[in-house]
């Protein structure tokens, strides 16, 4: 059997059965799919993660629907020094429903007032901001620090981040967790824009090269860097941000 899917499940060492338990469909149904049989796009998408392979891949001759757009990518920059400064802020303002960050320190970020005035005054204005930083404390972070050559000098900097985003603290869209992740990207997103800052081992966030994305539909990169946004949230635990600003006051 010489259909891609037929391929697929191969190097996934799965089988007809297999493939039809994990759906919930009629092995009969999945033999149709190796025969050339259409499935419908949610089984579709269900292969794709199953399998490994892309949609595209597997039905190479299968029209693309017409509402599903290519995310649009606004620009590539070579580093993040390269970002214009104000853009951070101008991607906050846009914002109406939902702020996301993700960083290990993102101390650029703490450090620049106008735009820490724009996350309070979204957080006032009813917009959700989750902000998650690394765990001061954390194995991954400790590694990160000696990749970068700075040892502790990456849990200070969290540390000062946290101080320094400690008067979002009393606004109650506003939420801050640690995390102790491998982080392959930092993210900043508001509603549908992205500024993606990619990792490389042993070089800062600073000199790697940025992504500004507009998300246009369900399938492209930018829910890629959403749901990982989103795994890191749910695996994080909260950060005491009144309370470390009293730590570093009176330390």
Request: hydrophobic share 45%.
């Amino acid at each position: 059997m010489n259909h891609p899917l037929a391929r697929a499940m191969r190097g996934a060492r799965l089988n007809t059965v297999d493939i039809a338990a994990r759906l919930a469909v009629d092995p009969k149904t999945v033999q149709r799919w190796l025969t050339g049989r259409m499935p419908y796009p949610r089984h579709r998408a269900a292969l794709a993660r199953l399998t490994g392979w892309s949609e595209r891949d597997l039905w190479p001759h299968a029209a693309r629907p017409a509402d599903r757009k290519a995310d649009e990518v606004i620009a590539v920059y070579p580093h993040r020094s390269a970002v214009p400064v104000d853009a951070w802020r101008r991607l906050f303002e846009c914002a109406e429903t939902a702020i996301g960050i993700l960083v290990y320190s993102g101390l650029s970020l703490a450090e620049d007032a106008s735009a820490l005035r724009v996350l309070r005054a979204k957080a006032r204005a009813g917009v959700r901001v989750r902000i998650l930083l690394g765990d001061p404390d954390g194995e991954h972070i400790a590694r990160r620090g000696a990749d970068e050559r700075i040892g502790a000098m990456m849990t200070a900097r969290i540390r000062n981040a946290l101080l320094l985003y400690a008067p979002l603290t009393g606004e109650p869209g506003a939420e801050l967790r640690l995390h102790d992740t491998v982080l392959y990207n930092s993210i900043y997103r508001a509603d549908d824009l992205m500024l993606i800052n990619s990792h490389a081992h042993g070089c800062p966030a600073s000199h790697a090269p940025v992504l500004h994305l507009r998300r246009a539909g369900r399938d492209g990169m930018s829910s890629t860097y959403a749901e990982s946004f989103e795994r890191v949230w749910a695996s994080a635990r909260p950060a005491r941000l009144v309370e470390a600003a009293n730590e570093r006051r009176s330390g």
